[in-house]
């Protein structure tokens, strides 16, 4: 089993920054790939980013590209997704998201791909 906590959330300006994290727990987190998800109230749940178990391979919504950067630390046992130029429109519940992989480069970029879950972090950004 693995868990996770997601932190970092708040409120902030149109424009601002935040960096959220996940930490886990359990299992070996270097062979987990990781993502970030997010529900807005009202909508489904979103693909935002994912990183590879060896952190060299990324992929991102279209809509945060250029703004949002995933990165992790195996040896903290955490993922981070640096959020930068935030908009009206990224006020979502945040989620973190663990999938156990055999391969290094290996992402998931859809729910179904995920096995673990945190409870989500709240990020409200202000027009």
């Known amino acids: 089993q693995v868990q996770l906590v997601e932190s970092g959330g708040g409120l902030v300006q149109a424009g601002g920054s935040l960096r959220l994290s996940c930490a886990a727990s359990?299992?070996?987190?270097?062979?987990?790939?990781m993502g970030w998800f997010r529900q807005a109230p009202g909508k489904d749940r979103e693909f935002v980013a994912a990183?590879?178990?060896?952190?060299?391979?990324?992929d991102y919504v279209d809509s945060v590209k250029g703004r949002f950067t995933v990165s992790r630390d195996n040896d903290k046992n955490t993922v981070y997704l640096q959020m930068n130029s935030l908009k009206a429109d990224d006020t979502a519940v945040y989620y973190c998201?663990?999938?156990?992989?055999?391969?290094?480069?290996?992402?998931?970029?859809?729910?179904?791909?995920?096995?673990?879950w945190g409870r989500g972090t709240q990020v409200t950004v202000s027009s």
């Open positions: 990183i590879s178990w060896n952190g060299l391979a990324t």
């Open positions: 359990g299992r070996t987190f270097s062979t987990f790939g």
């Open positions: 998201a663990a999938t156990f992989v055999e391969s290094p480069l290996t992402i998931a970029t859809t729910q179904r791909g995920y096995s673990h």
